[in-house]
């Protein structure tokens, strides 16, 4: 069976990057890309990163029904659009959204099933280091993102894996365990 996998954690936790590290060391998967209304941030690539969409794009797809989930992010708007999630699970693949926690809690309405992950930074002193060193939030915008975090923080017990990310490669490889443990369950589950 395919699975969908919801990895969440605090916005400058590194999750892209260790996404990005994790992939290869696995198989039969889809990263969903999602829209955002928020501009590229040095580097991101459209449809690579996200899809970079206006605010009435976005309200749009919203009104015709093609979400699977959408939340407010300090202001931003990101969602997931449903129909590439449901074509890779037609396909058998399993499905990875890097999404947060109200989005998590959407998904988990539709596909009970899936598996939560939280990635955790190893402290809010690293994380604030690693949003400032990423030279694209405002002072309001760290503090907002920072205020969220500590949210996102106190309440990620309720996520069936939970692990910090220290460093990168051991962390890589720690989230691809995690997965293929989940991947391999189903599978052997499927052939009985
Ligand atoms: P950032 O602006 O740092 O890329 O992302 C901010 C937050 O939005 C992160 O916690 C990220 O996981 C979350 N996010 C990214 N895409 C989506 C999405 O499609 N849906 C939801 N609900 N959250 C998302």
């Given amino acids: 069976m395919a699975e969908i996998f919801i990895i969440s954690g605090p916005s400058g936790v590194g999750k892209d990057t260790l996404i990005?590290?994790?992939?290869?060391?696995?198989?039969?998967?889809?990263?969903?890309?999602?829209?955002?209304?928020?501009?590229?941030?040095?580097?991101?690539?459209?449809?690579?990163?996200?899809?970079?969409?206006?605010?009435?794009?976005?309200?749009?797809?919203?009104k015709n029904g093609n979400m699977l989930e959408y939340a407010d992010y300090c202001t931003v708007c990101y969602g997931t659009p449903k129909q590439p999630v449901e074509q890779a699970l037609k396909e058998g693949r399993h499905v990875i959204l890097k999404i947060e926690r109200a989005g998590m809690e959407s998904v988990k309405k539709v596909y009970k099933d899936a598996i939560t992950i939280f990635i955790a930074p190893p402290s809010l002193e690293e994380l604030r280091n690693r949003i400032i060193l990423r030279k694209t939030d405002s002072d309001r915008a760290i503090e907002d993102r920072m205020n969220k975090a500590k949210i996102e923080m106190e309440k990620c017990g309720d996520y069936m894996e939970i692990m910090i990310n220290d460093d990168i490669d051991t962390a890589a490889d720690k989230l691809a365990q995690i997965i293929n443990k989940y991947i391999e369950k189903s599978e052997r589950g499927a052939d009985k």
């Fill in 20 to 62: 990005k590290k994790m992939m290869p060391k696995l198989q039969n998967v889809f990263l969903s890309v999602s829209y955002t209304t928020r501009p590229p941030r040095k580097g991101e690539i459209d449809n690579v990163d996200y899809r970079f969409v206006s605010d009435s794009f976005f309200r749009e797809e919203i």
